[in-house]
């Protein structure tokens, strides 16, 4: 079969997920083929009971999922959806072939099934898949279709079902026993405790503090030329033939892991220094090695993610939405891979590039193969590179901005991955000398030489450790022998102190869970931003900092639910769940006993061995766990003790610390704890600073009009002054009465505001007097500050303290100005950062109406809660105008005239259920009883590429 014209073959319909890719496509099809978007997923399990079918009741409608027959999903078309489905029948009945183009992957055969299973297509269907968006692979494809692969439809299935199991059952005991609203998840909740677990580290840790020598050597020789130096650094390495001691000798704890050491302090250190003052040093030792290092892989999903965080800062959402737009447009393959395997084409083209660019001596004999090292790798067929049989450079994709950075990491990566090695040569020489009292100490210095830079002339990869060295870095010493006499030049003691684990950056947490085999590559990048979104984490710089709510999330699933935030229970899970897709298991058989455990699976005819669970130890009993919730103390479980008295604890209004009260019967102490202060910070003494501050109630006298009571509070958005209404006031209703209440200007705090500044505060806004034709001046505080109104002129002022002290005339003299339009002249910026990597202009770190916001004059991003403008980076606000740029510009809506309120509709469409017919699995000869297709959670798909949902199961 191959593409021709509409006379030959009729009219063919193409069904993608995203306009971008459909529009892409429709250019290489030509006449004879309509393109048209899905628009991502068009249904999916339900998203609240409301949108289940009637006919369906308990457990069914609370789910979606019919566990009491053989997990039957319940599937209804999004209700955004029915208005493209409506188009895409309409388009259908004028073709006479349907293709459906959707991604490749398990989630892309998920959805092309769905379509299938809606359209009800009465002519040929056929399955069209490519990994990259090119004329030839268009149609190539085209020319090639294939059947719907069943097991990959089955095996997201099973994926779908058991996240809205884990989700809709285990989420909402976390409502009963620690806030509303929060939401757990087969990955997110695993991930969460990842970085809980760190940040424990980081409070466990005890810092060590050690000193060595750092020693700059002379050889008495004129330098020949730099790679021939006079000179070189040496660290001190062994004293009498015991080692010194470095950060890696001491634990978490502080102390020394063995006693083979030496451990100097900082005397001792000062001491070795003095007596080696006077010392004749010479050579001891020149060890030589071969240096080599091969290329890098070609990316897949999760390289790229992590290679896009150290070099372009990009997150790995962001990583994904440019990737996606790249490879829509057909400048990459297909984005979502394990697989780092390069197609003959693509190393023909590979090959050829290295010898245009670098030259035949750059060019391995051989073409290099890169097997993949990630278990099951099965989302696509090949690595992540550039499109077509001839790569374009970056100068000539005509890209600009994120997308030419992205490109470039790629191609660069790719044509890097079929180039020669790097050669050199490394080199370890030892210095010795024998102090004035003694004793014998020995420095070490190493350098590396590269003689042939091979693939690092096209590509160095970038690191996690900011401190870490890069491949393509020399060391250069000078060329010595054993026994050459040196002069110390300097001797100087140098201290150190142990670091706590650096806490997961995007990229890191990314490697972590790909190494544990923790959920899909191709699934982190939404996980990452799920658990950001859930503020069970937030950032501070690139690290994720996880807030004390995801503490006592993680303590609650630890000790009740063990298992379900187990790593290694997980990753058994994901290779069963692997297993299905191989047809070496049977989905029905294993959700059984992962909802009802041994017991109910049981039942089926040797389930256990037959649904492929290998030793089928590890499943069992979800819905026993989240039955019964007597067990589990609501505040045992929200509460970390700080010291014998003091506690923190996670109450469902945010973090507070309480001091226990000395008389037995009273209640102790409390303080708010900052949302965005990070849990290893919040030590002993910053909770009694905390529990110091005034809190609670401060009575500041009676308000001599109302006779009502006045009081300071300090609230969770600042310090205020209100009054306390009699008792029996009505609150809620028609009549209820609300105590009037103000904040405290900047300049005031609430241990020194007294009755008469709560006076004050309380009579704004203030009459200021009237004009000469009787308007009336008011001093008011407001969103933007303080100013004046007279009718709707309004006129800022100077300061808060303004509002109780300007006069009549003062406001008089301020409306005879004339009013300022535009802007004011601009303030001096609060920070300057470098030129934006994209734009090329500076960026700088400016004060605005909404706070402090960077901008490179063309872009502006307002910075977040854990940014300050004492410690941004460069990097940081290049990210934050890079997250601002994708957004693009703020819609506005045009203003309309009211309009007569239209009668409700009080008919709602019925949502249809669709059920799979029965598939036979030929790979173990066994019959399902009922299998369904899948989505993968509940991600929707725009043509930046899937987005998460907010239901309480995604993974």
Known sequence: MSPSSETAHGMRLVIVESPAKAKTIKGYLGPGYIVEASVGHIRDLPGTAAEVPDEYTGEVRRLGVDVDHDFAPIYVVNADKKSQVTKLKSLLKESDELFLATDEDREGEAIAWHLQQVLKPKVPVHRMVFHEITKDAIQEAVRNPRDLNQRLVDAQETRRILDRLYGYEVSPVLWKKVMPKLSAGRVQSVATRLVVERERERIAFRSASYWDLIGTFSTGRAAADAANPESFGARLSAVDGRRIATGRDFGADGQLKTANTLHLDEQAARALAAGLAQTSFAVRSVESKPYRRSPYAPFRTTTLQQEASRKLGFGAKRTMQVAQKLYENGFITYMRTDS??????????????????????????????????????????????????????????????????????????????????????????????????????????????????????????????????????????????????????????????????????????????????????????????????????????????????????????????????????????????????????ESVPWLKRFYFGAGE??????????????????????????????????????????????????????????????????????????????????????????????????????????????????????PYVTEVLPEGTPKTGKNAVKPRTASLFKTMTIDTVTLEDALRLLSLPRVVGNDAEGAEITAQNGRYGPYLKRGTDSRSLTSEDQLLTITLDEALAIYAQPKQRGRAAAAAPLKELGNDPVSERPVVVKDGRFGPYVTDGETNATLRKDDEVETITPERGYELLAEKRARGPVKKTAKKAPAKKAPAKTAAAKKTVAKKTVAKKTATAKTATTATAAKKTTARKTTAGRTAASSPEEG
């Open 340 to 585: 780092t395997t390069l197609s003959e084409t693509a190393v023909t083209a590979a090959r050829t590039q290295v010898t245009q660019l670098y030259g035949a001596d750059y060019l391995p004999d051989a073409p290099r193969v890169y097997a993949s090292k990630v278990k099951n790798a099965q989302e696509a067929h090949e690595a992540i590179r550039p499109s077509g049989d001839r790569f374009r450079t970056p100068a000539e994709t005509g890209l600009a901005g994120d997308d030419f950075r992205l490109y470039e990491l790629i191609w660069m990566r790719t044509v890097a991955s079929q180039m020669k090695d790097a050669v050199g040569q490394s080199v370890t020489v030892k210095v010795g000398g024998r102090s004035a009292d003694g004793r014998d100490a020995e420095f070490s210095a190493s350098g590396k030489i590269i003689t042939f830079h091979g693939f690092l002339k096209a590509y160095v990869e970038g690191a996690d450790d900011p401190n870490a060295e890069l491949d393509d870095r020399e060391r250069r010493l000078p060329q010595v022998s054993q026994g050459d006499p040196l002069a110390a030049e300097r001797l100087n003691p140098e201290g150190h102190a142990t670091k706590p684990p650096a806490r997961y950056t995007e990229a890191s947490l990314v490697k972590e869970l790909e190494e544990r085999e923790i959920g899909r590559p191709s699934t982190y990048a939404s996980i990452i931003d799920t658990i950001i979104a859930r503020k069970y984490v937030f950032k501070k710089g690139t690290a994720l900092v996880p807030s004390f709510l995801s503490f006592a999330v993680v303590n609650l699933l630890e000790k009740h639910f063990g298992r379900l935030v187990d790593y290694d229970f997980t990753a058994k899970m994901e290779d069963d769940l692997d297993r299905i897709a191989a047809g070496q298991a």
């Open 601 to 718: 699976g049981a039942a089926v005819a040797g389930s256990a061995a037959e649904a492929g669970n290998g030793d089928g130890d590890h499943l069992g009993g979800l819905k026993e766990l989240v039955t019964d919730l007597g067990a589990i103390d609501a505040r045992e479980i929200s509460s970390f003790p700080l010291s014998e008295d003091i506690t923190l604890r996670v109450g469902r209004y945010g973090p507070y610390v309480e001091k226990a009260s000395v008389a037995e019967g009273e209640p102790g102490r409390r303080a708010d704890v900052p949302d965005d202060l990070p849990p290893d910070e919040l030590t002993v003494e910053l909770a009694e600073e905390l529990l110091a501050k005034p809190s609670g109630e401060i009575a500041l006298g009676t308000d001599p009009e109302s006779g009502n009571p006045l009081i300071a509070k300090d609230g969770r958005y600042g």
